[in-house]
């Protein structure tokens, strides 16, 4: 055990009845524990992932557990509050004594909780973020399921850029680090490609007129608009550009816009918006016999169609069980990074292959590059991240 993980590993031990005993771990029990927005711009994606969760959890749960301890999953709402979002990882560390945090939503959300989680050896778990910094930091207790954002949008940004000849790149984003990531990412594929960045507009998460901000930058002739906005401001962008008949624009979006919902809107506002994520959408591969008895579970359980957010819980979910499994009966910090990094099988639900390693603890590296057409997304093309 390297010395990294020997002092996480003492933060996580209990003194109990004379014997050391694992953080959130009894003889009967492992608790995991989630920030989720649940009330705000992103609880699209939260409410279907947690319910997601639970679905597995309850299964592996009915048949006898892991290791014959039952996962009791504890989540709380932040509504894409930073402030919030810390309060609810300082709960879930210091009472509810979690072994690990799941799921959870939000990049500057997950980067205020990290002040919590690190001192006290709490993992993360593949967060509903793939913001590079979720990645960053004690490796024992970093992991991440797919591709960052970053990745992603460049990309895509390449493949747009080379397959249609465009020169001009403009970012509309959130100045937070889950934005700026994206910006960054536009501007850095621009000079890679020997192309020019020409504008940029930020913008709050609830904001909803977006009307001088498209004019603006349609001013300045922008072909290709990377999008960095929460889930409603995405199709407000995309449905306000087509009224005021700019049609000649790409809209690209990173995995955070990713989203069934996206493309469901009526009357084809959304189509032709292209994204850049880790997995791929469920709808273009319900053939899978894996992927529709899945869906027809979820169908009876919550009365829809699964989306993208029980398609990202169920899989981290999938991916956390595996890894308790490969843990073994003595669950520790040791045993759990162990377990982690022997993950090595396709994902059926999330199309993609979930495989870590010793030193390598992102899961699925190949981006999906997708676009709307006919109110479904469409993989259009795939590479492999850097």
């Known amino acids: 055990m390297n010395k990294v993980l020997a002092a996480l590993a003492a933060t996580t031990m209990i003194a109990t009845g004379g014997h050391a005993q694992t953080r959130g771990v009894t003889d009967d029990e492992i608790v995991i524990g989630a920030f989720q927005d649940l009330s705000g711009g ?7 992932a947690v319910e997601a969760a639970h679905q597995v959890f309850e299964e592996v749960n009915e048949a006898g557990g892991i290791h014959g301890r039952q996962i009791r999953y504890v989540v709380e709402d932040h509504g894409y509050q930073v402030p919030r979002a810390a309060q609810a990882a300082n709960k879930l560390v210091n009472r509810d004594d979690v072994f690990a945090i799941l799921l959870s939503l939000g990049t500057p959300h997950n980067l205020a909780a990290f002040r919590v989680m690190d001192p006290a050896g709490v993992p993360s778990v593949f967060p509903l973020t793939a913001a590079r910094q979720m990645i960053e930091g004690p490796e024992e207790l970093r992991y991440v399921a797919t591709a960052s954002y970053y990745d992603g949008v460049r990309a895509a940004t390449g493949f747009l850029v ?3 000849g465009l020169e001009k790149l403009c970012s509309m984003y959130i100045p937070s680090d889950f934005g ?43 072909e290709l608009v990377t999008l960095a906005l929460t889930i409603r401001p995405t199709i407000t962008v995309v449905a306000t550009a087509k009224q005021m008949g700019w049609d000649d624009v790409r809209f690209l979006t990173s995995s955070a816009g990713f989203h069934t919902a996206i493309a469901k809107v009526p009357g084809g506002v959304t189509d032709g918006l292209y994204a850049g994520a880790g997995w791929q959408d469920l709808e273009s591969r319900i053939d899978n016999p894996e992927v529709a008895e899945w869906v027809e579970v979820m169908t009876e359980r919550t ?45 059926a639900i999330a199309g993609n292959r979930m495989q870590m390693g010793p030193g390598d603890h992102a899961g699925s590296e190949e981006i999906y590059i997708s676009q709307i057409q006919n109110g479904a997304w469409v993989t259009v093309d795939s590479v492999e991240s850097d």
């Not at 992103?42 to 279907?48: D, L, T």
């Not at 594929?189 to 901000?213: I, K, L, N, Q, W």
């Not at 990202?312 to 982690?340: I, R, Y």
Request: hydrophobic fraction near 40%.
């Open 180 to 222: 700026e990531e994206i910006h960054e990412a536009t501007v850095d594929e621009a000079e890679a490609r020997g192309v020019e960045y020409t504008a940029e507009t930020t913008h709050r998460p609830d904001e909803s007129d977006f009307t001088g901000a498209l004019a603006r930058l349609r001013e300045a002739g922008c």
């Open 303 to 347: 009365g829809e169609f699964p989306g993208t957010g029980a398609l990202l819980g169920q899989s981290a979910a999938l991916g956390l069980v595996n890894a308790l499994k490969a843990a073994g009966p003595d669950l520790t910090l040791e045993s759990f990074t162990a377990g982690m990094e022997s993950l090595d099988y396709d994902d």
């Open 42 to 48: 992103f609880a699209a994606f939260s409410v279907p």
């Open 162 to 164: 080379e397959d249609q």
